[in-house]
């Protein structure tokens, strides 16, 4: 389909469908009757979550819809609007939700400074070797307010998704800030001490984070990010040097970095790993919840970069 005839499909089915909140009469005849086709479909839409128009691997626009099922019966959608079956594709994922208040807190969740419209993600909980206090691990440029140390509260959920003073889970205590005159390893920042209770086990996985990791060309990772949520990928590089764009067009030089492929959950597919608002999540092993990387940059698009995580630890001088 061309984009124009993508949006015009989407926009009726959204129309007629996805966000109809009608409330149909049922009388005890209706079981008798076979189903009328717009009443399949409505009950199909019932479980989506999303319509979307996306561009197909092909170079078409397709429609997709998201919803919680992996089997989605899209075939009765196909029919009622006339489509071909590649017109259509459905998707398996978590359902969207606003970045609200999380307590316990917990790996992947909005935070950012309360005196900044801005914010990121919360990386994990990590110990610090010296006086073993617990702290959150995120990015500098998520963390970072010219409020400095001593006023800098940092807020869950960030201001940006309604984060108020009372919501401060603590202050920024220390980071390692990049220098745009030299060669970057890392953009990383801690938060704390933490007092309140912590969720560890990552979000729909269950299980807490297992170890620190050295990366691999070609191991599956992935992250949970406030923007995108769950995604996946495959490391492509492991000692990678970098050209990076900040906010105000300052060239940041990265070197040692892991850069990574975004792929759908198959690890083939390519799809996004990240977005705008996934800093400072961090980047798991696949299938061993092992921690490799914080995630601190990408392209928009279908690549994203990552802090090695062995050697950052040593550098802020904390554990898991």
Sequence with gaps: MTYEKAVEIQLEICDRFFFNRKNREVFAGDFEDEPEPSDLVYDIFGEVFAVNVINSLEGAYVIELMSQNDDLYITPIIEFFGLNKTDIVSTKSEKFEL?????????????GPLVENW????GCFVKDIDDGNNYILSNHHVLFSDAGNKDNFIVQPSTSNGGKKEDAIGL??????????????????????????MQKNIPSVGSPIMGVKSPTIGMKVYKVGIKTGKTFGVIRSINSGLKVEDDNGVILDYQDQI?????????????????????????????????????????????????KIDPLFSKLRVSL
């Design 119 to 122: 914010g990121g993600t919360l």
């Design 259 to 307: 850069v990574i492929s975004g792929t759908k959950e198959d690890f083939s597919t390519p799809d996004f790993f990240s977005q705008a608002g996934d800093s400072g999540s961090v980047v798991l092993e696949y299938g061993t919840n092992m921690l490799v990387g914080l995630h601190f940059c990408g392209n928009g698009t279908l690549y994203s970069c990552s802090n």
């Design 172 to 197: 920024f205590v220390r980071s390692i800030r990049p220098d745009p005159s030299g060669v970057n390893n890392f953009d990383a920042a801690l938060a704390g001490p933490i007092s309140i209770e």
């Design 99 to 111: 970045q609200v208040r999380k307590r316990p807190l917990e790996i992947g969740c909005s935070i």
